[in-house]
């Protein structure tokens, strides 16, 4: 079955640093979705990618999907203790939806 | 307004027991999911309902019943608790299963079993 496969599990970061997480699977998506999870809290929605190499930013976060489509990156530049959490995710084939095991960030101030 | 609401928030109960959550989702959405959430974080689908008809039952013991009264509810029962039971549940719904749709996540439900 479809298997999404998320590293690294956990990302320590300083404050103002880069650092990038990265989602593959072992099929080919239809899309991919992003989602965050405060600690404490419950996954939220970031984005959704569907293109073939699509490219989407959102402030200081820039999502990648794949050329062939079975892998995804989140890059985040000048990390803030803001952007301390989980995120997951998740790749989308017939109609259901696979979440990857996460990357939990820590932030060093 | 809260798009997706469970109850109850926290839990704590002893092994052997019954204990129910409930869910009830207000953004008229046609599908609705129960995810459970271990100690290490991950996400794991254990139902999916679309109007009412089970869509999705992901091997999950029968000890865990999911009864959907009507599109916008989506109860999880679940009998006989067990240690291993401990975890967060997480209530969820989407526009309808289309590929594509958001997942939109209730607050969680924390269940501890001693």
């Known amino acids: 079955g479809q298997q999404v496969m998320q590293i690294p599990q956990y990302q320590h970061v300083q404050e103002g640093e880069d650092f990038t997480t990265y989602c593959n699977s072992s099929t080919t998506l239809s899309n991919i979705q992003w989602y965050k999870q405060r600690p404490g809290g419950h996954p939220v929605f970031l984005i959704q990618l569907v293109k073939s190499g699509e490219v989407k930013k959102q402030k200081r976060l820039t999502f990648q999907f794949g050329e062939a489509k079975k892998n995804s990156s989140l890059h985040i530049t000048a990390t803030q203790t803001t952007d301390v959490g989980t995120y997951f995710c998740a790749g989308n084939n017939d109609y259901k939806l696979s979440f990857g095991a996460g990357t939990t960030v820590t932030v060093r101030a | 307004d809260t798009a997706v609401s469970q109850t109850p928030k926290y839990l704590v109960t002893q092994m052997g027991n019954d204990k129910s959550i409930k869910c009830e989702q207000n953004?008229?959405?046609?599908?609705m999911y129960w995810y459970k959430q271990d100690s290490k974080k991950f996400l794991k689908i254990m139902f999916s309902y679309n109007n009412k008809e089970l869509i999705i039952n992901e091997t999950v013991p029968n000890r865990f019943s999911p009864k959907s009264p009507d599109k916008a509810h989506l109860n999880l029962h679940i009998n006989s608790l067990e240690l291993g039971d401990s975890a967060v549940y997480f209530c969820a719904s989407s526009q309808d299963l289309g590929m594509g749709n958001t997942i939109y996540f209730g607050e969680g439900s924390w269940l501890t079993v001693v």
């Open positions: 953004l008229g959405h046609d599908t």
